[in-house]
């Protein structure tokens, strides 16, 4: 910085001029780039998974309250905790990277389509139905979210409270605490205090981080979002519209697919903006810092997929067969989001993003 003495009445007056070379250099994005990272885990996942495992606490607290009355009002509360729970965990699976995805907690809470045959069966036989043999069930989707939905809505979501069988009220509960005690889990593998795995992106391409670069760490969290959309355009949402199977839908029972696949891509912008409940540095920062039209551009892309859910007011299982155009509309969102994000952010990334 260049200073300039000018003398006026004897008062000596400092101005300072700035040049090019004094606004904020690589360092200051390079230093950017590591906030974004070590914000990542303080104000995205540990404090969303940490919101899953209360929710999740709550539900297990309804579910007993209805299984030890069972009313048309617990019934209600106890559906209502459901959702509450689902709406969190869905937005988490914007990002199913780390022990999410290497410990399978993702398979053990939300493994789909159901099928309600196996379920009649197991509810009909004679096997044990405790917390542990519910873990150490082979077929993954009879454990999870869907089984718990399946009994609290019934096959037509037409349940009534006073129908539950004490062998349906068994497996309820074993399901809700195995879901609270998988969401312990998620949430202590992130904790500092404990699994910790917040320190591979607070230390990314230190010894000790899994990953190499700060790159690595960027592009894991962008092939991430770019699963996400593919799974719900390319998976949840087209192999019931090309089968046009309800059966298959993911949430059918309650009817909260699109409810899910909306969270999902919610959950995709809260990773860009690195942000939960309060918001920290996102990508969105580091990008805006070099492009800001293609910053402008993603988070126009993220808009439209998240709006495009709503021209889809049926549910799922009924619009793959009358709401058909809507749906490919929503599909094709999608689509230009996750190609915005293969081919516009990750070149971006590898490009900016150095260690």
Request: proline share 4%; glycine share 6%.
């Amino acid at each position: 910085m260049k200073n300039t003495i000018i003398w006026l009445s004897g008062v000596i007056i400092v101005l300072a001029a700035c040049h090019k070379a004094d606004t904020p250099a690589n360092n200051d994005f390079d230093t950017l780039t590591a906030n974004v990272l070590s914000d990542f885990p303080v104000f995205v996942a540990i404090p969303q998974y940490g919101d899953l495992y209360s929710k999740a606490s709550d539900f297990e607290t309804s579910v007993q309250a209805l299984v030890a009355s069972p009313t048309t009002d617990k019934l209600l509360a106890a559906r209502q905790a459901w959702r509450d729970m689902r709406s969190i965990w869905e937005k988490s699976e914007g990002y199913l990277f780390g022990p999410v995805e290497d410990d399978e907690y993702d398979p053990q809470m939300d493994t789909w389509p159901v099928d309600y045959v196996q379920m009649d069966s197991l509810l009909a036989s004679s096997n044990p139905l405790s917390v542990s043999d519910i873990q150490a069930l082979s077929t993954l989707s009879l454990r999870g979210f869907h089984p718990a939905e399946y009994i609290l809505w019934g096959k037509d979501g037409n349940r009534q409270a006073a129908t539950l069988t004490d062998r349906e009220k068994l497996y309820l509960q074993s399901l809700t605490t195995d879901l609270k005690n998988i969401c312990k889990n998620l949430s202590d593998s992130w904790n500092p205090s404990a699994g910790n795995f917040a320190q591979n992106l607070t230390n990314a391409g230190k010894p000790g981080s899994v990953y190499a670069t700060k790159q690595e760490a960027y592009l894991a969290i962008t092939e991430a979002m770019i699963g996400i959309c593919e799974e719900v355009g390319e998976g949840k949402m087209e192999e019931p519209y090309a089968a046009m199977d309800s059966a298959i839908v993911e949430s059918p029972f309650s009817g909260n697919s699109i409810t899910d696949f909306r969270n999902n891509i919610i959950g995709l912008e809260n990773v860009y903006l690195g942000k939960w409940t309060s918001d920290g540095k996102g990508i969105n920062e580091v990008v805006a810092e070099k492009n800001i039209s293609l910053d402008n551009a993603l988070r126009s892309k993220i808009t439209a997929a998240v709006n495009s859910f709503d021209a889809i007011t049926l549910p799922y299982e009924q619009a793959i067969f009358d709401q058909r155009t809507q749906i490919k509309n929503t599909q094709n969102a999608l689509a230009a989001l996750k190609d915005a994000l293969e081919n516009d952010l990750k070149p971006f990334l590898v490009q900016n993003v150095k260690d």
